[in-house]
């Protein structure tokens, strides 16, 4: 079974900083997607950014970019100018493109300080 | 974008009770619906994957009895937890796919939070 596992149960940045958030996973597939999610405190799942295992390049969204390296089944979130609604739960997750299932990892709390 | 709600957004039962949570796509028609459980400060865990008109497909150790599924239409399915007992109080969160919503996106509602006493 595929495991997705995030090292730092909680993260701290100041505002305007910049922090990176880890995620490595394991699977003997060769294409795949993987996700991050933020979970505010609200509870409701957003959707930050996703890749696709074929492509090289990394994705890009606004503040939010990853550093994903294939051979080494590494994922991390880079959260460039940190602000105070980045504070939330973020989750890494895993998909393969044939299944539905997704794999999630066990979160990492960002706090962000003034 | 795609939009999953929920309703209701939190409940209070008491012990022995059944009580039913909605999951619906609201802009889309999700052919597939999954159902997570989450504790205070941990990750998702899927409970189940139903897709419209067919039986849930339950992950190991969730019990099927316990946890009923309906997947009765594209944009409706029906989480019933039967006999509630206190340690089935949690945040129940439901997801959904479909082509609309993307080959490999799913969609999540904002949860429900039920508290059995």
């Known amino acids: 079974a595929q495991t997705v596992t995030q090292s730092q149960p909680e993260m701290s940045v100041q505002e305007a900083e910049t922090v990176t958030l880890s995620c490595t996973y394991d699977?003997?597939?060769?294409?795949?997607?993987l996700f991050w999610y933020k979970q505010p405190p609200s509870r409701q799942m957003i959707l930050v950014i996703r890749?696709?295992?074929?492509?090289?390049q990394n994705a890009t969204e606004n503040r939010f970019s990853v550093n994903f390296q294939k051979a080494a089944k590494s994922f991390s979130l880079k959260i460039s100018d940190s602000q105070l609604g980045d504070a939330a739960m973020y989750f890494c997750a895993y998909r393969r493109v044939t299944g539905n299932q997704f794999y999630f990892g066990t979160g990492t709390s960002l706090t962000v300080i003034p | 974008g795609a939009v999953v709600s929920q309703h209701p957004s939190r409940v209070i039962c008491k012990s022995g009770t059944s009580v039913k949570i909605e999951c619906r796509s609201l802009d889309f028609q999700a052919t597939t619906m999954f159902w997570y459980r989450q504790f205070p400060k941990q990750s998702l865990m899927l409970m189940a994957t139903s897709n419209e008109g067919s039986k849930a497909t339950y992950e190991q150790g969730v019990e099927k009895d316990k946890f009923l599924i309906n997947h009765a239409s594209l944009t409706l399915s029906t989480l019933t937890v039967t006999s509630a007992h206190p340690e089935d109080s949690s945040f129940y969160i439901c997801s959904a796919r479909g082509q609309l919503a993307g080959a490999y996106e799913q969609y999540f509602g904002p949860g429900t939070r039920l508290t059995v006493t």
């Open positions: 890749q696709e295992a074929y492509k090289q």
């Open positions: 699977t003997s597939e060769s294409d795949y997607y």
